[in-house]
């Protein structure tokens, strides 16, 4: 966009996918940190528009005429669910890319920063690639700094806490509770051999509100925990069962997929920015998401 002609709009950041997981840490982050710099903050949710659609999409961009964006919003799961629908993961991500960064150049944003949390397969990962091919025509056609971030596996409270569909983490935790109440054991899928990089929501809203205020390259960035600190699905799951005090023991079901063994990500561009930064240690943000999960247990997405 060339808004270097017009005077500087008051910074006002739209953030799509407001009811999420990372987008409800952001905005417990926004509402901590001070509303960040005095910036004005829409919080997005599929009730208010539906972003599969062009024109739903371009009206929400014309009623809050955003400066900035955080677009958290996509069609995410889990690994098995992702293995049985690989065409509509890669369908319904490309097309709400693809109406939010029209829609935000239609309306003169100057910087979007794209955040949806997990790699997983193919047609996930294929749309979620082409959000910097995307990135990087806005900006040589449009002058438009638009970034993407990539996140490892995020987990915390408001997660989807369904097991068929959702990701290891709140699965293991929903299944650790309702084992807890019927009094079997934990069943954790595959070998538990796998190993991820855990990013707890909270501090990945307080990264991304870095990216948006401090980050000016279009280039994408990795925001993860270090490699040192990647962990076996075995250690997530006992990490769960010491949160919740569980009991019942743990079983692994060998029958079920092991997915990708590891995609260990570096975090040493975010180091290079931020040699500071520091993340929730690990038990911590698990008991706090057992925690959340067993206080909202009636409310929770499941
Ligand atoms: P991924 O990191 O993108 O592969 O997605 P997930 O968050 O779904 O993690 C999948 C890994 O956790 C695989 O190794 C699964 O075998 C293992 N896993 C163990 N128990 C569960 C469970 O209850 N749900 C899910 N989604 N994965 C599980």
Known sequence: MSDQDKAPRPMKVLVTGGSGLVGRALQQVVGEEGGAKD???????????????????????????PTHVVHLAAMIGGLF???????????????INDNVLQAAVKVGVVKIHNGPPHETNFGYAYAKRMIDVQNRAYSQQFGGRFTAVIPTNVFGPHDNFNISRGHVLPGLVHKAYC??????????????????????????????????????EIDPIILSVGEEDEISIKEAAEAVVEAMDFKGGISFD????????????????LRRYRPDVAFTPFKQAVKETCDWFAANYDSARK
Do not use: C
């Open 179 to 216: 084992a807890q109440k019927e009094g079997t054991p934990l069943v954790v899928w595959g070998s538990g051999r796998p190993r991820r990089q855990f990013i707890y929501s909270l501090d990945l809203a307080r990264l991304i509100l870095w990216v948006l205020t401090d980050y000016d």
């Open 39 to 65: 910036a004005e903050w829409v919080f997005l949710s599929s009730k208010d528009a539906d972003l599969m659609n062009p024109e739903e999409t371009l009206s929400a961009f014309l009623e809050h005429e």
């Open 81 to 95: 669910h992702n293995m049985r629908h690989n065409l509509d993961f890669w369908r319904h991500n490309v097309i």
């Open 254 to 269: 060998t029958s079920k997929s092991d997915g990708q063994f590891m995609k260990t990500a570096s975090n040493a561009k």
